[in-house]
């Protein structure tokens, strides 16, 4: 729509994972390079988490292109909510083996014949799980497994596991504490800071052929931009491609600090309110500092009473009251 006015060749923002719009930040270069290290030097497990829309799939389709250019062969599941048997099918039948009608045992058996046959011919393979924070215990525990497909000097299946930080949690539960054991290499991608908002929204702006993104956004816009973001590229696309559907409509050839405030106060990205868990989680936490402050409350009573009926007590308990004044 506002493609011609702007003097664009395409969507500068459009909010899908395009590798052609990479912008190499210091933290996506070492993450991207240490995915494809671990992969290729069959690290066996390697895992990338970080914040929702920060571009961990991004990273994974970058990483897919630059495997399929070295001959690697990978499933690759995005969609992890499936029983162990309906994963196994899933990621059987992405490397091209037949899947129906097969029970657990075969599904294994056939993937540990093929996975064999690859080593055999020094050929690599990987098992990619994106959204890897809602894999159950049970299905991480599968994947757990499916690490012991190994020769005495290599892992037969290099596995990478992307989710957001939950993952991270999961990871940390003692039920899981062998997967955990067994991750050769982890990365973490965070928000951009100022400097990378403004690389990476005049990067887009270039690639879609804006000949001059400075003046279009102007450094105090692209600053409330990243205010208004916190650096989260997925909203810093929003608020960019929405700021240029305004611009459009009032044939204005400058986006305004203004403009960019006026659309997050539209999109409500200054109202986060708590998960329920959290807020549970909370309310948890205060339930038991009341519980504490009674059982101090009941404690110092108690040892007033002591204090009339001993008089020895005195001292002891003076000073006791004395410590613990604040709470009372
Ligand atoms: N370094 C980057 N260069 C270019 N675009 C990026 C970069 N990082 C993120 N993006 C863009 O931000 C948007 C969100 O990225 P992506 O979908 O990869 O996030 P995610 O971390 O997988 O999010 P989620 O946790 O919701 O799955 C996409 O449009 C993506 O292209
Ligand atoms: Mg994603």
Known sequence: MYKGFYHLTRNPFEITPDPSFLFATKKHNEALASLYYGVRRRKGFVVLTGEVGTGKTLLVRCLLALLNQA????????????????????????????????????LLLS????????HQKNLTTVLVVDEAHYLSTELLEEIRLLTNLETP?????????????????????????????????RSHLHPLTLDETAGYIY??????????????LPMETIVEVHQQSRGYP???NT?????????????????????IAEIAADFRLNVVRPSRAA????????????????TLLELYASLRKAQELEPDLRMTVAAGARKHEPFI
Do not use: W
């Open 203 to 216: 990067r887009r702006l270039q690639i879609a052929g804006h000949p001059t993104p400075a003046e279009l």
């Open 153 to 185: 000097q290599a892992k037969l299946l290099q596995i990478l596991l992307v989710g957001q930080p939950e993952l991270d949690e999961k990871l940390d539960s003692t039920d899981l504490r062998q997967l955990k054991q067994r991750i050769a290499l």
């Open 111 to 118: 993937l540990g014949t093929y996975l064999i046959g690859r």
């Open 239 to 259: 608020l960019c491609e929405n700021a240029l559907i305004c611009g459009y409509a009032s044939r204005s050839q400058t986006i305004t600090p203004e403009m």
């Open 234 to 236: 997925r909203l810093i």
């Open 279 to 294: 807020q549970a989680g909370s309310e948890a936490h205060a339930a038991e500092v009341e519980r504490a402050a009674r």
């Open 71 to 106: 001959r690697v062969s990978y499933a690759y599941v995005f969609n992890p909510r499936l029983s162990p048997k309906e994963f196994l099918e899933y990621i059987a039948g992405d490397f091209g083996l037949p899947a129906t009608g097969k029970t657990k045992g075969e």
